[in-house]
């Protein structure tokens, strides 16, 4: 008998892609991933930058356009040579380093904010979904909060704390639990209906376990891609709220701030406005594109509905 | 139909007065008195004190709020701090601006993003459609502020077709009022458009997959008819239920376009209400913001009736 035809070794099995090879080929993900590390790069290696500190100001270096030299004194009262790569504004402050300095808070209050709204919406998702006397509530609650327009939400919220990182942080990740809530809810009811899960009940499994080690971990797919969308968003409001007056105050350098304080004479100095503005946009397109490149890889069901 | 409005309409009260609720607690519950910025820097404790009774601030919260709802119900939207008038005179006078740039912006978006999205599903995978995608990602990055400024520079102030900024009645004339109107909306527009777009571009896609474009394809029928009337009949509903979400990007867009091109409208007055604790006003404000877009969802839906016959209330 030739045994050689039962071998299961010699079948040719094609082998599926595991989800993390397909996330890694494709060039969505590739090209807003390397932007984003890019831009992590610069907001670390900041004061390396070609940069001075970036409250500096200096009477004599007002206005300055991109490329021009001038002089910039230090806190000691040291006068230094500077290039002004990107100009100076009204005060004579050094537009290039603001920037530069400004892509720490862009990044860090879109992380912290997907990271925040994740958290308290995974938390609030799965008790709505899986606490039945607390679903009716919580809904109409997260309902009232999505009527509300997030901008002014955040306007809100942030103009009556003091503005601070944290507050910022706060006030736009309280925008968005309310999706994140929506969107784990939806998840958990669907995946509760799953054999597995019922198999998992029949065996005891405690609720919690049945939570955490069954349901979570099929949320990770769509939770991961939501995150960067919501990244993008909190990075476009934070810039939204300190360009009208209400965000950070203006001895934290933010993209929106330096804009802000460029309008007045925006038409004879541009350059003020300008270099934030791009690397406000592009980062934000950055972050854009790593989503749609995670939403096409990972959740293949969303990618066909948009 | 009309017990379904009627219904919809009553299922609009609990999630407004959730509203009412949040946007009472978040002001009154946070630090900066007002009754302390209204009496100035030099006033004694009696004097704000005073003050504070006159506004009923030194009330229960519960009282505050009942008092508050119940003006409310009987259309007393409180008196503003800061303006010194009726809140709601006050969104009188402001109201013409904002809803016209709204008007206009919806207009310009769906008159450009649904022919694009057809075309772009027509000829899927084409260059036209790639293009149409990169742009409407574009379109969600770039912030409106930005585009705002990029295209004053370059329309107004470079080639000099709109003015810069402000903003002119309807009364004082049609021409001047659409010629200050226009660059706003378009600026406002962009981000709609891309969030058209893609959903007109993905609802016909899907819809030209179905039999019943072979059939009109195959009794000989011109392509676009095809398109308009069998394609795009179809993806009716999707694309006004985005119509609808939109409305809330356009709320928030609306306020940063008005602080950029100088409009009088309800955006701005929010801001500066916000910005001089101006409780009455900013809570009128963001209820009547939040009933607008609770309001036109209810229009969407009930708009589901003509363009889906088989959907029946």
Known sequence: MDLQALSVESANIARRESAWQRVRRNWSVRIGGAAIALLLLVALAAPWLGTVDPTLFDAASRDLRPGQSGEIMTLDGELLKHEFLMGSDSFGRDIHSRVMY????SLLVGIATALLALAFGIVLGLSSGYLRWLDGPLMRVMDGLMAIPAILLAIVLVAMWRASVLTVVLAIAITEIPRVTRLVRSLVLSIREEPYVEAAISLGTPTWRIMFGHILPNCVAPLLVQGTYICAAAILVEAILSFLGVGLPPDIPTWGNIMAEGRVQFMAYPHNLFFPGVFLALTVLAVNILGDGLRDTLDPKMAKRV | MYTFIARRLLATIPVLLVVAVLVFLMLRLTPGDPAAILAGDAASGEQIAAIRASL?????????????????????????????????????QRIEPTLALATLTILIAVIVSIPLGVIAAWRFGGWFDRALMGFSVLGFSVPVFVLAYLLIW???????????????????????????????AITLSVIYIALIARVTRAAVLEALGEDYIRTARAKGLPEARVLVRHALANAAVPIATVIGIGIALLIGGVVVTESVYAIPGLGRLTVDAVLARDFPTVQAVILLFSFAYVLVNLLVDLSYVVFDPRIRY
């Open chain 2, 56 to 92: 009923g601030l030194d009330r229960p919260l519960p009282v505050q709020f009942a008092i508050w709802a119940g003006n409310l119900l009987q259309g007393d939207f409180g008196s503003s701090y800061f303006y010194k008038t009726q809140v709601a005179q006050l969104i009188a």
């Open chain 1, 102 to 105: 400004g892509t720490r808070v």
């Open chain 2, 154 to 184: 370059i329309v107004s102030l470079q080639l000099g077709w709109f003015p810069v900024q402000g903003y002119r009645r309807l009364a004082d004339g049609f021409w001047p009022f659409l010629h200050h109107l226009i660059l706003p």
